[in-house]
């Protein structure tokens, strides 16, 4: 529900708002500009006698004198019958200059306030604010449902590419967004007379004046006890009218002041409604509050570019879901094909799944297994096709998917089969969708089939699959999904730095740049311009041996910014990727794919991070310390063999060390008298760890299998006498692995 309130009203207005954001931006300006040519005297060193004494010395035809939110003081006058208005320097009266409003600035307002229209085009501006308010309030309940909760707000966020920017940016905005939304929202409806206008704030004229002589402006004392900072505005009486008097507006009030004695004639307090616009316009415009209007103003402009990802992630989603699938709803569908994902690979597969059941005459719903409802009355068959993501663990799409689940009615004897989406070259294999079987299984369920697994999106099993749900269920299924192959890249080995020969565990970490295909223009003239794709340490590089097509994951060392693409490679016996990639000499080319793992990072914030490694595990925790700028307090411990042979990244670690962005360095090595592997080093640190730990330190562990059994293990003896233990810190995102 909450998608659909956001994206519909978003898509349509996307126009409307990015007009009124730039010009909202634009007129943030205004009140700082203003306010930095004016000269605001500090609270009760002018009170507006002896501004109005001055004014009048320099101006004897003064009619008015208003001062503005910002402070900018503006006689309006008339000289030999011509009127003029000047703004003037408060502490001496003099002219600085004549009073000209700016009609940029008075054309971007219309704009903003009425699409350069009339009543229809302010209608359309308060229609546009009011959705700005619905969509800043689906949103933030779309961002809470996304990271697990209210309290997750503020967290790190996960994901890459326009999602990420889109929350990331919507976040830092909102609060000045909805402040704008719900203000404008506010002064439109007052306009319209759907919400009444605040009243009462002007006292009714005197019935009698004194008729005396005019006593010398500067010595009436209504005036004196009225501090210029207050003034709203001073209308002065006609000249040598006996009968008329000065009119004085202030913040606090307004009343008519007898131009011989000086006092009060009528005073009205400015009502508590008309003191609540006040502020709901200055909240607004910004008027009198300079650094609001520019906070406003920056978060105004995330507008354009939270317009553009939004319209793309829409589009995407569409494109990816296809949730125009001739979708039933849940209260008529007979089978419901429900689609764990984090890169949306999956939905090709349960897309074609569809197609065919529903050729085959079934009410299909599809969707994703965060959208499961509590009941599907009428369906008899429950399809889930889910990848596996982490260490085993849900993809984005399924991440609420096992608690939504507890409050699952089955009404209708459903019977349902898992399929999961997984690579073995990660030490879970398809450990998610085992858990859903499982899940389902206990909530009373029957098994069509028993629990599936596709390697590498294999088109063969999946078919095979389809066969056998065919023979089940007796429904024609003939399932041909075949995904669109990952974009490659070119890669240039620019050097290599070898280790570990003489110990029987060559590793290497090799560093490619991007590499031009030097084919059409770009190949006749000149070096081309080859670029890198986006990535970050702790990212995966997908590599292609030659002659075949299946890929194999590598951790990246670097990042895109370092403007190489760095990778530490142990060779393994009879690896056909490791073997290719070991033999490459500088000037040889590879070809690959960047597979985010934003799961995979240290945490922002001034918390330490302890990193844990072996081996070629060792290469994206070398690049979180290269990207250490802040100098956040970073603990390496690593594993290897022997130091004369494997110390992998030694001298790169001294520098790190020396410049602290390693705070401490802790190895162990297991062929030397030490025989020492990183879980004992751990092991011999816990007191320090634990103290690490409970000052709320985040965990990274990457490497072979064994090495991340071993030190969970230990970990979680140091957690002991806490009352906690690592998975915990798992779910809290303080114990991130990246194991193979
Ligand atoms: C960072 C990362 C972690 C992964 N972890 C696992 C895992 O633990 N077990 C597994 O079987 N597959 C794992 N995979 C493989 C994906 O599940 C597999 O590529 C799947 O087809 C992706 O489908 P999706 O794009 O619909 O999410 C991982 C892939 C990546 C990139």
């Excluded at 206008?197 to 004046?209: I, L």
């Excluded at 009343?255 to 709901?280: C, H, M, R």
């Excluded at 802040?630 to 594993?639: K, N, T, V």
């Amino acid at each position: 529900m909450w998608r659909k309130l956001h994206s519909i009203p978003g898509l349509f207005a996307a126009l409307f708002l990015i007009v009124l954001a730039i010009t909202g931006a634009i007129l943030s300006i205004s009140p700082a500009l203003e306010r930095s040519g004016a000269i605001v005297p500090v609270a009760g060193e002018v009170s507006v006698a002896h501004l109005a004494e001055r004014v009048v010395e320099q101006y004897p035809g003064t009619q008015q004198i208003e001062r503005s939110p910002s402070g900018a003081v503006i006689v309006y006058y008339s000289r030999d019958g011509q009127a003029g208005a000047d703004l003037v320097n408060p502490l001496t009266g003099k002219a600085i200059g004549p009073y000209q409003p700016s009609s940029f600035f008075r054309w971007v307002k219309d704009l903003h306030r009425a699409f350069l229209q009339d009543d229809g085009g302010r209608l359309m501006a308060g229609a546009m604010a009011l959705l700005m308010v619905l969509m800043c309030v689906s949103g933030t309940f779309m961002l809470s449902r996304r990271v697990g909760g209210w309290r997750f707000l503020i967290k790190p966020l996960k994901g890459a590419g326009d999602h990420r920017i889109h929350s990331e940016l919507a976040r830092f905005a909102v609060i000045g967004l909805l402040l704008s939304a719900m203000t404008g929202t506010y002064m439109s409806a007052v306009r319209f007379g759907v919400l009444p206008e605040a009243s009462g704030g002007e006292p009714s004229f005197p019935e009698e004046v004194s008729g005396g002589v005019p006593a010398p402006i500067g010595s009436l004392a209504a005036l004196k006890n009225t501090d210029l900072n207050n003034l709203r505005e001073l209308v002065l009486p006609y000249p040598d009218d006996l009968q008329d008097f000065f009119s004085l507006s202030t913040r606090q009030g307004s009343g008519f002041i007898d131009q011989s004695t000086g006092e009060y004639l009528k005073y009205q307090a400015t009502p508590t409604n008309s003191q609540i616009v006040d502020w709901i316009v200055r909240l607004h415009t910004g008027e009198g509050l300079w650094w609001l209007g520019l906070i406003l103003g920056a978060a105004a402009l995330t507008v354009p570019v939270l317009s553009i990802t939004g319209a793309r992630i829409w589009w995407l989603r569409r494109r990816a879901s296809r949730k125009t699938l001739d979708n039933a709803d849940e209260a008529n569908a007979d089978t419901v094909i429900l689609v764990g994902t984090e890169n949306n690979t999956t939905w090709g597969f349960a897309r074609d799944l569809h197609e065919k059941l529903a050729e085959a005459g079934r009410h299909v719903l599809s969707t994703d297994m965060n959208q499961l409802a509590e009941e599907y009355p009428r369906a008899e068959l429950l399809f889930v096709l889910t990848s596996t993501y982490g260490d085993g663990g849900a993809p984005a799409s399924a991440n609420t998917f096992m608690e939504r689940l507890r409050r699952f009615r089955n009404t209708s004897g459903l019977r349902f089969a898992v399929l999961g989406f997984g690579d073995r070259q990660f030490p879970r294999f398809c450990q998610f969708a085992v858990d859903v079987d499982e899940a389902l299984g206990s909530r009373g369920l029957e098994r069509l089939e028993k629990v599936t697994t596709i390697n590498r999106q294999s088109t063969d099993q999946f078919g095979k699959w389809g066969d056998r749900i065919t023979g089940l269920t007796g429904l024609s299924l003939a399932l041909t999904h075949n995904p669109t192959p990952t974009r490659r890249f070119d890669l240039e080995l620019v050097d290599r730095a070898d280790f570990g020969l003489e110990i029987q565990a060559p590793t290497s970490i090799l560093r490619f740049r991007p590499a031009d295909r030097k084919s059409g223009f770009r190949g006749l003239f000149g070096k081309g311009n080859a670029r890198l794709p986006d990535f970050e340490a702790g990212d995966l590089v997908g590599v292609f041996p030659p002659g075949d097509d299946t890929h194999r994951y590598y951790s990246l060392a670097s990042s895109s910014d370092d403007g190489l693409l760095e990778i530490c490679v142990r060779k393994q016996a009879g690896g056909l990727c490791s073997g290719f990639l070991h033999n490459l000499n500088p000037g040889d080319r590879i070809q690959g794919f960047i597979q985010h793992n934003p799961d995979f990072r240290p945490a922002p914030g001034s918390r330490p991070i302890i990193l844990i490694g072996a081996g070629a595990g060792i290469g994206p925790l070398a690049g979180f310390i290269r990207k250490n700028d802040s100098r956040h307090p970073m603990y390496l411990y690593w594993g290897g063999r022997n130091p004369q042979s494997d110390f992998l990244y030694k001298p790169e670690l001294g520098r790190y060390l020396e410049d602290q962005r390693l705070t401490r360095l802790n190895t162990a090595f297991s062929r030397t008298q030490e025989k020492a592997y990183v879980q004992d080093k751990i092991s011999e640190d816990a007191m320090d760890v634990r103290k690490l730990i409970e000052m709320g330190a985040q965990i990274l562990v990457c490497g072979g299998r064994d090495m991340a059994l071993g030190v969970k293990e230990v970990i979680n003896e140091i957690l002991t006498p806490m009352d906690i233990d690592v998975d915990k810190l798992k779910r809290e995102g303080r114990y991130l692995e990246d194991v193979y």
